[in-house]
């Protein structure tokens, strides 16, 4: 608990944190000083002099920066005196020298600091006639962000955003004087994957973003809070619409989350809502074998009728489900219930063959959250580079890391993090299980690393490097975390709502609300609400692709997912789908997966339909709906529902608010929830769940399963990076553009062994698949490594295995 001093504001005493900022301290009482330059988070510089105030000291009355002055016991401020708002007028006249006085026509018309300012503390009229100064603009500083110096005010909140928190300082002040401007270096755009913040913290109209500059006002938009969908950290956002179309996403500061911040690809996704491409009608593959559009009756006839007959002729468990790590809690809900109780089978998962143990996901102990960054003393992260996977969480413990905590990062090649981490191990993929050996028993070479992770609290961040790892790798690391001083675990993966469709159920390992499926009280509590269940064993993506593949299983029904392009190994899903007997897809976009469907079905996406989501914490919250979808388009549960009807049955699933009420009442780990919890306003940031300690079924000790390390010549790492070719960026046309080229990356001693030339050409094969591609050299990689990003074009053909051979192409 801080101390508490009193001060006293316009003559007002107020109670207030011993050494909270003077101008956040009165803000938080109810008095409002003008500013332009100070942000709740970022460190304040006091340049902009707009929050000047006058406060009382043993030498007289001080006129001083309330954006860096902290509140000290019997402090006497004034903040609307006679001399305040003589120098708030000054500043802003002096400000409004070079500002072009063209609001009507600035993008930030309506929603301007400076403008609101000018009105609310300005002089009235200047005295200043000079011709203002001009320059070129808009210059295009990167694809998203454009330029204007001429109406910048030198705050240097972008470029203090991008020094401080992104850690991309690739924009700065330039020249002096009248002279000083804001700029990139050159021949280096402003490439940062955080760029949109800095639109939206700038006060003025200087930055501006290319996919929404122009296209409407601030007073012609509706603005609903949600939850962002590209990754499993859950920012919080807020959708502005206009005229039923989805016209930006703008962050929302949610003090368990995200801060306010956003990355670029959450920030500009919303183009993707609006595709032409989007699927706006049911299709239906005809006699010549080419998907046709048709009516909803005869889509719904021909997906009852394909699934029944597989499920006559060989029963339930031939046919599963892939699917719901993309919709909403009550969407993974009615998938999970419609498969188990209509299909009646255990063959369904969320995951693709890319995460974790789905216990070890949900059930972890002892469970962090992201705010336990702040209070750690050693962080160690043993996962995916939070910059390409988990953006926002990445300047969680960068700020984190700035603020003191050690940071240990261990990854086969370099990290968003490295320039913040107090140390940096390096190992081959295959070899982490030698590595983590090596530091359980304090290996001499590794003992400043040992010595630092052995001062609490400890925060471990626990997930797959690459796609080539063995995911037990991941438990055996937590297994060694957990055993430290006040340890506290977040399993990571990146799927959006990948632990709400956990916690839904949409395992072959799991039932609703954290309940283990070889748990008997557990299916038997769930067969009151859904009377019987099947009792086979269930298979996850990668056997139910195996499954389609050998024939063991007939049919898939998918919703909203593509194993073509997730699925480590790509073409062997698209086998898979090729020698099933009957497939159903419920999507938004007629991915490569739903391409090869009997049936396609059109279905609501994000922004569309209303519902909750789970982050990665286990944080509740909601999605809302703010515009209709294309065309016929229609929820995914309610799609299940009407074929779960003709079908002979029912899942019940009448509308969100049912499938809110049965998740609470069948899910132990989600009991106690009600959805007025989760209404947005000033302090609700979601429910961790459970509320209750005891509401918890499942609590996972990870245990170190004792794995031999993988050697290899050369090793593949393959890994995700932020601007994939996922459905989502394929349709944006601003982050189309964004995706590399695929390449593959080894170390220059690597090239010079093999004799292979920077930008030549070499066949990249592994058990499982081959590629042709160009090469590039990458210094931070572990020798013996090769880098393919996953999902840009090849890193899908080549699969899960550790072992890769190259060969030059002549």
């Known amino acids: 608990?801080?101390?508490?001093?009193?001060?006293?504001?316009?003559?007002?005493?107020?109670?207030?944190?011993?050494?909270?900022?003077?101008?956040?301290?009165?803000?938080?009482?109810?008095?409002?000083?003008?500013?332009?330059?100070?942000h709740p988070r970022m460190k304040p510089v006091g340049m902009c002099r707009m929050c000047l105030v006058e406060v009382e000291g043993p030498r007289g009355i001080l006129l001083t920066t309330s954006c860096n002055m902290p509140v000290s016991d019997g402090m006497v401020v004034h903040t609307e005196s006679e001399t305040v708002k003589k120098a708030?007028?000054?500043?802003?006249?002096?400000?409004?020298?070079?500002?072009?006085?063209?609001?009507?026509?600035?993008?930030?018309?309506?929603?301007?600091?400076?403008?609101?300012?000018?009105?609310?503390?300005?002089?009235?009229?200047?005295?200043?006639?000079?011709?203002?100064?001009?320059?070129?603009?808009?210059?295009?500083?990167?694809?998203?962000?454009?330029?204007?110096?001429?109406?910048?005010?030198?705050?240097?909140?972008?470029?203090?955003?991008?020094?401080?928190?992104?850690?991309?300082?690739?924009?700065?002040?330039?020249?002096?004087?009248?002279?000083?401007?804001?700029?990139?270096?050159?021949?280096?755009?402003?490439?940062?994957?955080?760029?949109?913040?800095?639109?939206?913290?700038?006060?003025?109209?200087?930055?501006?973003?290319?996919?929404?500059?122009?296209?409407?006002?601030?007073?012609?938009?509706?603005?609903?809070?949600?939850?962002?969908?590209?990754?499993?950290?859950?920012?919080?956002?807020?959708?502005?619409?206009?005229?039923?179309?989805?016209?930006?996403?703008?962050?929302?500061?949610?003090?368990?989350?995200?801060?306010?911040?956003?990355?670029?690809?959450?920030?500009?996704?919303?183009?993707?809502?609006?595709?032409?491409?989007?699927?706006?009608?049911?299709?239906?593959?005809?006699?010549?074998?080419?998907?046709?559009?048709?009516?909803?009756?005869?889509?719904?006839?021909?997906?009852a009728t394909g699934l029944a007959s597989i499920v006559e002729a060989h029963g339930g468990n031939s046919v599963a489900g892939i699917g719901g790590a993309r919709g909403s809690n009550e969407s993974a809900y009615a998938f999970g219930k419609f498969m188990r109780t209509i299909i009646g089978t255990n063959h369904l998962d969320a995951q693709l063959g890319d995460g974790l143990d789905p216990h070890f996901l949900v059930g972890s102990t002892p469970r962090g959250v992201i705010n336990d960054l702040d209070t750690a003393k050693t962080i160690v992260l043993w996962g995916p580079d939070l910059k390409e996977e988990l953006p926002v969480l990445y300047l969680r413990v960068r700020h984190a890391a700035q603020q003191g905590a050690k940071l240990i990062v261990i990854h086969p090649r370099r990290t968003g993090l490295d320039d913040r981490a107090t140390f940096k191990v390096v190992y081959k993929p295959g070899e982490g299980p030698a590595l983590l050996n090596k530091l359980v028993e304090g290996d001499p070479g590794l003992a400043e690393v040992r010595a630092a992770i052995n001062e609490g609290p400890v925060v471990g961040l626990v997930g797959r490097t690459g796609l080539t790892e063995d995911p037990r790798l991941a438990e055996a690391v937590a297994a060694f975390l957990r055993e430290l001083p006040k340890a506290t675990l977040m399993p990571l993966a990146r799927r959006s709502n990948v632990y709400g469709a956990l916690d839904m159920g949409v395992s072959p390992r799991l039932l609703p609300g954290r309940v283990s499926s070889a748990s008997e009280s557990g299916k038997a509590a769930l067969r009151e609400h859904w009377g019987s269940l099947p009792d086979d064993f269930g298979r996850d993506t990668i056997g139910i692709i195996d499954g389609l593949a050998d024939g063991h299983l007939k049919g898939l029904v998918m919703m909203g997912s593509d194993p073509v392009r997730d699925v480590p190994s790509g073409n062997r899903a698209a086998e898979a789908l090729s020698r099933a007997e009957f497939v159903v897809a419920i999507d938004?976009?007629?991915?490569?997966?739903?391409?090869?469907?009997?049936?396609?079905?059109?279905?609501?996406?994000?922004?569309?339909?209303?519902?909750?989501?789970?982050?990665?914490?286990?944080?509740?919250?909601?999605?809302?709906?703010?515009?209709?979808?294309?065309?016929?388009?229609?929820?995914?549960?309610?799609?299940?529902?009407?074929?779960?009807?003709?079908?002979?049955?029912?899942?019940?699933?009448?509308?969100?608010?049912?499938?809110?009420?049965?998740?609470?009442t069948v899910a132990p780990a989600y009991r106690g929830l009600t959805w007025v919890d989760l209404e947005f306003g000033e302090g609700r940031d979601g429910l961790v769940m459970p509320l209750e300690e005891g509401d918890q079924p499942i609590q996972y000790v990870a245990v170190d399963p004792g794995l031999a390390p993988t050697k290899a010549p050369l090793a593949l790492h393959s890994a995700r990076t932020l601007y994939d070719d996922g459905v989502h960026t394929r349709f944006g046309p601003s982050l189309e553009r964004l995706v590399g080229a695929p390449m593959a990356y080894l170390h220059p001693d690597d090239a010079a062994r093999l004799g292979i030339p920077d930008g030549g050409e070499v066949d990249v094969e592994t058990v499982q698949g081959s590629a042709r591609v160009q090469v590039g050299f990458d210094p931070s990689l572990a020798p013996g490594t090769v880098f393919v990003p996953f999902n840009q074009g090849i890193g899908q053909n080549l699969g899960s295995a550790v072992e890769v051979k190259l060969e030059v192409v002549s």
């Open 588 to 664: 938004t976009f007629l991915n490569d997966s739903a391409a090869a469907a009997d049936v396609v079905f059109p279905a609501l996406g994000f922004t569309e339909q209303e519902g909750t989501v789970t982050n990665l914490e286990g944080r509740v919250q909601k999605v809302t709906q703010a515009a209709p979808g294309p065309g016929q388009a229609r929820p995914d549960w309610s799609i299940l529902e009407d074929l779960a009807h003709r079908m002979g049955g029912s899942i019940g699933a009448t509308s969100v608010n049912v499938l809110f009420k049965e998740i609470v």
């Open 88 to 303: 708030q007028e000054g500043i802003l006249e002096f400000l409004l020298i070079n500002h072009p006085l063209d609001c009507p026509v600035c993008d930030r018309g309506g929603e301007c600091p400076l403008q609101d300012q000018t009105l609310s503390h300005g002089p009235g009229e200047s005295r200043f006639v000079e011709e203002k100064r001009h320059f070129e603009k808009p210059i295009p500083i990167s694809d998203l962000v454009l330029l204007d110096r001429e109406r910048c005010i030198l705050c240097a909140r972008c470029t203090r955003f991008s020094d401080e928190v992104s850690g991309d300082p690739l924009i700065e002040f330039q020249s002096r004087g009248n002279n000083t401007q804001v700029l990139t270096f050159p021949d280096e755009p402003f490439a940062s994957y955080f760029s949109g913040n800095t639109v939206q913290i700038c006060p003025v109209g200087a930055l501006t973003s290319k996919p929404y500059r122009f296209r409407a006002r601030p007073w012609d938009l509706e603005k609903t809070e949600s939850t962002c969908p590209h990754c499993s950290v859950g920012c919080s956002i807020e959708v502005h619409t206009s005229q039923n179309e989805v016209i930006r996403y703008q962050g929302v500061d949610n003090d368990d989350v995200n801060w306010g911040w956003l990355c670029d690809k959450g920030r500009y996704s919303f183009e993707s809502v609006n595709s032409a491409e989007r699927l706006d009608t049911p299709l239906i593959r005809n006699a010549s074998g080419q998907l046709e559009p048709a009516s909803w009756p005869d889509a719904m006839e021909a997906a």
């Open 1 to 38: 608990m801080s101390e508490r001093v009193t001060i006293t504001v316009d003559g007002i005493p107020l109670e207030v944190d011993a050494g909270e900022l003077l101008i956040k301290a009165a803000e938080d009482n109810g008095t409002y000083i003008p500013r332009f330059c100070w």
